[in-house]
């Protein structure tokens, strides 16, 4: 009987067709999750770093503001080749009138942009500036009476409207 037993135990080593299927079909399950799940989050880091890089410009302006008696740059000195405020304190390279700008860190190109239209959205690589401007709930800048305020917006992947930062 001994013999009988060895040889049954003997015979069901290895997996089943089953049990192999049924470890790849979670294998894949994983998968699947991971694959559509990834963009979402690539989506959510490249929105993250525009937040940075807006943020990175609202401290330029502030630094502007600090050599400038507290004024804010207009339309006119936003953009001045070479000696606007996108080529001076964001190291941009001058190219189409001074609006240009590089972040050295990442690579990330965005234009400088004077923006009238406080409701429009930006492009993708736009920032949208306004001096005597706030943002609003919605994302949108609204004026304000006070001239040293300034907007800046920028458009994210994750929102339909734009993502908006001031100095108040």
Do not use: H, W
């Amino acid at each position: 009987m001994n013999s009988q037993y060895k040889q049954i135990t003997e015979s069901k080593r290895g997996f089943t067709i089953i049990e192999v299927v049924l470890v790849l079909a979670i294998a894949g399950l994983i998968f699947l999750m991971v694959f559509l799940a990834l963009p979402a989050l690539q989506r959510g880091q490249r929105d993250t770093q525009r937040k940075d890089d807006l943020s990175r410009m609202n401290t330029q302006i502030s630094n502007y503001q600090n050599s400038n008696r507290g004024a804010v740059p207009t339309e006119a000195k936003l953009t001045a080749s070479g000696t606007g405020f996108v080529a001076r304190y964001l190291g941009g390279s001058g190219a189409q009138a001074g609006s240009e700008y590089v972040d050295p860190s990442t690579g990330e190109g965005y234009r400088f942009i004077y923006q009238s239209n406080l409701t429009a959205i930006p492009g993708d690589g736009e920032v949208f500036y306004k001096d005597g401007s706030i943002c609003g709930d919605d994302g949108n800048a609204t004026t304000s009476t006070a001239t040293r305020q300034y907007s800046l917006r920028i458009k994210l992947e994750n929102q339909t409207s734009a993502y908006c930062i001031d100095n108040r």
